[in-house]
């Protein structure tokens, strides 16, 4: 039992460090795209925040973690807010337009999260 769980420990290492290492080679699967009117400090902590939750979700998904399925948009929608008041609470100047942009691109949650995983599991190195 013990020997299982370091397996999985090791495997969900694993896993997170090739997640680390996709995000960084994957542009496409990047909040970069958000198709912002400028880009500023605020802009880029919104794109910081939804790499690190869209990195962490598609982990999920890879691993096949039940958590994956409590995904929901209205957990989204509240991590949403959240993430642009915390950048807001960071001294730096929000756009209107921003905030529409960042709250229009996490709409398409699923579409960020699948795709990140589908690339890493295209990239995963096999068992």
Not at 38 to 53: I, K, Q, S
Not at 108 to 119: F, K, N, Q, T, V
């Amino acid at each position: 039992m013990g020997h299982s769980r370091g397996r999985l420990r090791r495997r969900l290492l694993g896993v997170s460090l090739l997640v680390l290492v996709v995000r960084a080679h994957v542009p496409e699967a990047s909040a970069a795209n958000i198709s912002w009117a400028g880009r500023g400090p605020f802009e880029a902590c919104l794109e910081t925040a939804a790499d690190a939750w869209i990195g962490a979700r598609a982990a999920l998904v890879v691993n096949q973690d039940a958590a994956a399925s409590r995904i929901n948009d209205a957990g989204v929608a509240a991590w949403t807010v959240a993430a642009v008041e915390q950048c807001r609470t960071q001294g730096v100047a929000a756009e209107a337009t921003s905030v529409e942009r960042f709250e229009k691109h996490m709409t398409r949650w699923r579409e960020h999260i699948y795709d990140l995983a589908s690339s890493i599991r295209q990239k995963a190195p096999p068992d």
